[in-house]
């Protein structure tokens, strides 16, 4: 019943999609709707002009019809947020030029979980790791090691959230207190304020160290020299999408 409802459909859109003296052959019309009903394909509506084909001919003999569609299957439409099909202005050609609009249909997924080496950096971690691999947990081998990782992961997400936190905001916040420091030094005694200084540079010393191996570890790089502080370098690395080579390594003169 539904594909008989499909056929007189389109039946009828082609008889409607005509103007003229002459009418298109019937054959060739029954023909162009069971292709369409035999591989599940469906015609998109199009916005704008009703006729996109004309054949500038005066007179009686001035035909205007719609030869010009886009169709669909099933598949498209899954993958489609959105999808729409307009005519545009007919110019020079017979025939009024198609803009097809889609939009694809983003599928997020969650992060796959990584060990950072950051999180070395900080005192907690090595503790962290090892309370959670002394839980007892009985069972085969297998069954024990897959579990206390598991646990481990969960234990590492809620760590890094709650206590080691954004390093970027670690870094802003410890160039502050040096500078609030600094700025109180210069306009009092310096002598009372040399120790807190010193641990205000140690503090942001640690925190750069882990934001430069934050970095270095997202640019997937071995190059780093060490003691200097290559933080810019790697952010930028981090953001270039690799490009293809242009000329195989075989063709480069060296």
């Not at 069971?34 to 599940?40: A, D, G, T, V």
């Amino acid at each position: 019943m539904l594909s008989l409802s499909f056929k007189a459909y389109q039946r009828k859109c082609l008889n409607h999609e005509h103007r003229g003296a002459h009418l298109p052959a019937r054959i060739p019309m029954e023909d162009f709707v069971n292709r369409l009903e035999n591989n599940q394909l469906i015609h998109l509506p199009t916005k704008g002009s009703l006729f996109t084909w004309s054949n500038r001919r005066d007179g009686n003999a001035y035909t205007q019809r719609r030869l010009d569609r886009s169709i669909y299957n099933q598949k498209c439409l899954d993958i489609c947020s959105s999808l729409s099909c307009s005519t545009l202005l007919r110019h020079t050609s017979d025939h009024s030029p198609l803009l097809l609009d889609f939009g694809l249909t983003s599928i997020k997924s969650g992060a796959q979980f990584k060990f950072l080496k950051m999180w070395s950096l900080h005192e907690d971690c090595i503790n962290l790791i090892r309370n959670t691999w002394n839980t007892s947990i009985f069972g085969c081998p297998m069954y024990i090691l897959s579990y206390k990782l598991k646990i481990l992961k969960q234990n590492l997400k809620t760590w890094n959230k709650n206590v080691f936190g954004n390093v970027h905001d670690h870094v802003s916040l410890a160039e502050q207190v040096v500078q609030t420091i600094h700025d109180h030094i210069d306009s009092s005694d310096p002598t009372n304020n040399l120790n807190q200084q010193k641990l205000d540079h140690i503090n942001l010393d640690q925190a750069l160290a882990r934001q430069e191996a934050f970095w270095k570890e997202k640019s997937k790089t071995k190059w780093h020299i060490e003691g200097d502080r290559n933080a810019t370098y790697f952010h930028r690395l981090a953001k270039i999408k690799p490009r293809p080579a242009l000329f195989p390594p075989s063709e480069v003169v060296t």
